[in-house]
């Protein structure tokens, strides 16, 4: 018989992200992880296998919570495009150590790249989605004919992203939120009829 999970899966998930989060996943070690989530070692790895699968699991919860407020924000919008509209320019208005900090899944991308091939995937995954449901908010903004009908759903979200991207590394450097405002502010423009 199995011994049952004895901690709160979700509150070591929400540690360990800060930790990955702060530090990246090479310059984590078991010991801040431990530290950070009061598991021992062999707790960890029965629960998720390595230092990789509990980097996953991270991944997988901070995307969740970045598309369950993608989502929230969508579905609070008098319209679809006002939702994306809104999302970006949530974006702006981030506390400068937020923007320092940057996004999870980017900063992930830009250190672990395509050096882990489980990582690289998992963030494709991730970033398709979000890519999805921008674009699936642009399509129903253009059928209510709030977006004009020469423009591509799936092109805009792809620009979007990539704007949300540079956004985010920006924001890294210590750029400050005008900065921000100014780029999104342009990439905002492009959904303009």
């Not at 984590?28 to 699991?57: C, H, I, M, N």
């Amino acid at each position: 018989m199995a011994r049952p999970v004895g901690f709160d899966r979700e509150q070591v998930l929400a540690d360990a992200t800060k930790v990955f989060w702060a530090h990246g996943y090479f310059d984590t070690s078991v010991s801040k992880l431990v530290d950070a989530t009061r598991l021992q070692p062999g707790s960890l790895y029965a629960a998720f296998e390595s230092k990789e699968g509990l980097f996953l699991a991270a991944l997988d919860h901070y995307a969740g919570q970045s598309l369950a407020r993608l989502r929230k924000i969508l579905g609070d919008a008098p319209d679809p495009l006002q939702g994306v509209r809104r999302f970006l320019e949530e974006m702006a208005e981030a506390d400068p150590e937020a923007a320092v900090r940057g996004c999870f899944l980017v900063n992930t991308v830009l250190e672990v790249g395509r050096r882990n091939a489980a990582v690289q995937a998992r963030l494709r995954q991730h970033l398709t989605v979000i890519e999805h449901e921008l674009a699936e908010a642009l399509n129903e903004a253009r059928a209510a004919g709030l977006l004009a009908p020469r423009k591509s759903p799936g092109e805009l979200a792809k620009f979007l992203m990539a704007t949300i991207w540079g956004v985010r590394v920006l924001g890294s450097t210590g750029a400050g939120a005008d900065d921000a405002r100014t780029v999104l502010g342009m990439a905002l423009s492009v959904l303009d009829a």
